[in-house]
């Protein structure tokens, strides 16, 4: 559930341009939704999956913004340049980076862990995110903002997700330390770590685990990507996260 028909916009957003990797399924594509609504342009940055992108755009355009496909890999420091690049051609500016797409894959084991595996999740989670704030960073004026995707991974940890784990915590200390470097710029930037949400990611390799999926939760399921969606536009928004910065807000379905 990813288009929050609850959801009223009120402008938070107004005029401003993002650019959202991981955009076209799960949370990255119900932010890009809400972004939208809250009157941002977006840029939809995505691995491969060009019909899953092709819907986020069009759910971005019901909206009456405007919305670009980027389709290629984060990992790849050309390619961040080249997606920020065409989101300033497109929308003339860039306000907002959302750091979200990462790939996890469950391992029973430290040993059942590939080098291939650990090389991609890295590359992917941490590589990816450096890359693009790097890319986006100098063009962001006063009074934008990144916000980061972690997990309560990075919090507290996962026996069967060690590398995803270790890339999320590393994720929390990027926002923080990125932060602080950005602040004298007066650019925000922030973390929301959710707990366990229905999207493509999270059951794609444990097909056999899905019926019990997020039921160890309090609140005995998991989040759907519309209700970690607010999460992502309050972190962005100037209007209501402006003395926010260096955060890391978790979404978990309580403690």
Sequence with gaps: ?????????SGKLEGMAALITGADSGIGRAVAVLFAREGADVAIAYLEEDEDAQVTKAAVEKEGRRAILLPGDVANPAYADEA?????????????LVNNAAFQ???????????DHFDRTLKTNLYGYF???KAAAPHIKAGGSIV???SVTGLHG?????????TK??????TRSLAGSLIK??????????GPVWTPLNPADKPDKIPEFGAQTPMGRPAQPEELAPAFVFLASPQTASYITGEILPVIGGY
Excluded: Q
């Design 1 to 9: 559930m990813w288009d929050a028909p609850y959801y009223k916009g």
């Design 84 to 96: 920020v690049r065409k989101t300033i051609e497109a929308f003339g500016k860039i306000d907002i």
């Design 105 to 115: 894959e469950h391992a029973k084991d430290i040993t059942d862990i590939a080098f």
């Design 131 to 133: 890359n693009m704030a």
């Design 148 to 150: 980061n995707c972690g």
């Design 158 to 166: 996962s026996k069967e997700l060690l590398d995803y784990s270790m």
């Design 169 to 174: 915590g590393g994720i929390h200390a990027f």
């Design 185 to 194: 710029r007066g650019i925000r930037v922030n973390c929301v770590a959710p």
